[in-house]
């Protein structure tokens, strides 16, 4: 069985959640300039959540902040790609050999409970709510995925990178 949660979101996460589906589907280009006015109306909330929102992508690297309260979709060239996947995989290879001196029957449940949900999702199974929807669904999976081994090494400061 398979039950989906109640949605007992706030607002902020709806709005953090309506954002990322937007910037991941495209929607918001990457260095797009965004505005918590036309974005709090768009969404019909008022600025406090968007501006919570705009932080919070901001903590994820979707946003790039500035000082001067510019908010711009992030951009990352080709080559920070490539750099950002070659330090995730020398962080996330420390901490999977961290994790399997612990619990790695529960690490593995996890991660094969995550990769059938992914397998669920790529069936077209998950989500009927379109293609902004299914990258929501693949974006919080792939962080489940990628949190459960650096949660599982139980290394604190690796856990805050």
């Avoid at 918001?28 to 300039?33: D, E, I, N, Y």
């Avoid at 989500?127 to 902004?132: K, R």
Wanted: include cysteine; aromatic fraction near 4%; proline fraction near 3%.
């Amino acid at each position: 069985m398979n039950l989906q949660p109640i949605d007992d979101l706030t607002l902020k996460d709806r709005v953090i959640r309506r954002l990322r589906r937007a910037i991941l589907a495209g929607s918001l280009p990457a260095g797009a300039l965004l505005s918590e006015r036309d974005i709090a109306q768009q969404l019909g909330v008022s600025r406090t959540p968007v501006r919570e929102a705009f932080a919070a992508l901001g903590r994820e690297g979707l946003l790039s902040l500035s000082p001067h309260r510019e908010v711009r979709v992030a951009e990352m060239s080709p080559a920070q790609l490539a750099e950002a996947c070659r330090l995730r995989a020398l962080l996330e290879s420390y901490a999977l050999s961290m994790a399997l001196h612990g619990d790695s029957v529960a690490l593995l449940d996890t991660l094969q409970e995550v990769v059938r949900s992914f397998h669920f999702l790529a069936q077209g199974n998950a989500a009927d709510e379109g293609v902004e929807a299914a990258l929501e669904q693949a974006w919080q999976l792939d962080l489940r995925f990628h949190a459960a081994i650096v949660k599982a090494a139980g290394d604190s400061l690796l856990w805050q990178v």
